[in-house]
Antibody, heavy 124, light 107 residues
Framework: EVQLVESGGGLVQPGGSLRLSCAASGFTFSSYEMNWVRQAPGKGLEWVSY????????FYADAVKGRFTISRDNAKNSLYLQMNSLRVEDTAVYYC?????????????????WGQGTLVAVSS | EIVMTQSPATLSVSPGERATLSCRAG??????LAWYQQKPGQAPRLLIY???TRATGIPARFSGTGSGTDFTLTISSLQSDDFAVYYCQHYKNWPPTFGQGTRLEIK
């Protein structure tokens, strides 16, 4: 059974940093493209970032480009999101989300498995 | 980026009746369209991909149609478990974008 468990969320002041983690189990993590998707309180879904199975390529939403860095450690079955220069508008639940395996970034694919999310609150 | 627009924002339907949700893309996405269901306090769940293919374990009462720019999610004979928020999402290119959601509520 595919399991994605996020951690690392919390309360941080504007301008601060936070590192989110996602522990994957139940599947061959190194074969999967991974994403972060966020949802502000009471709002809709917003894709944040993508990383290929071997660590590249990486893509970012314009809203986070230059501030967030996605990475992964396939030996630890883990996905990360380093968030710097955080803003109030980054407040959201952050979900770790997979795409189907053994494809490529340029092959259209949906987002299939979602973790339960971790809440990031940016406030002074 | 491609703008996705869902209608209506809220849909009130009685259990046992049919619900029809719409999604429009700002430019063609072919059939690279997915639907997700989200219940309060839960993560979204993939329902439909490829505009019309049900994901694993999704009941047959959920069906998707459309291609290009106009898509529909139909839920026949609504059950109490189906009342939730539904999002469409294109994945034709980067960035993938979501509609703002349709809240399906009990009438």
């Amino acid at each position: 059974e595919v399991q994605l468990v996020e951690s690392g969320g919390g309360l941080v002041q504007p301008g601060g940093s936070l590192r989110l983690s996602c522990a994957a189990s139940g599947f061959t993590f190194s074969s999967y493209e991974m994403n972060w998707v966020r949802q502000a309180p009471g709002k809709g879904l917003e894709w944040v970032s993508y990383i290929g199975p071997s660590g590249g390529p990486v893509f970012y939403a314009d809203a986070v480009k230059g501030r967030f860095t996605i990475s992964r450690d396939n030996a630890k079955n883990s996905l990360y999101l380093q968030m710097n220069s955080l803003r109030v508008e980054d407040t959201a639940v952050y979900y770790c989300v997979s795409r189907p395996p053994n494809t490529s970034w340029n092959v259209p694919q949906p987002l299939d498995y979602w973790g339960q999310g971790t809440l990031v609150a940016v406030s002074s | 980026e491609i703008v996705m627009t869902q209608s209506p924002a809220t849909l009130s339907v009685s259990p046992g009746e049919r619900a029809t949700l719409s999604c429009r893309a700002g430019q063609t996405v072919s059939i690279n369209l997915a639907w997700y269901q989200q219940k309060p306090g839960q993560a979204p769940r993939l329902l439909i991909y490829g505009a019309s293919t049900r994901a694993t374990g999704i009941p047959a009462r959920f069906s998707g149609t459309g291609s290009g720019t106009d898509f529909t999610l139909t839920i026949s004979s609504l059950q109490s478990d189906d009342f939730a928020v539904y999002y469409c999402q294109h994945y034709k290119n980067w960035p993938p974008t979501f509609g703002q959601g349709t809240r399906l509520e009990i009438k």
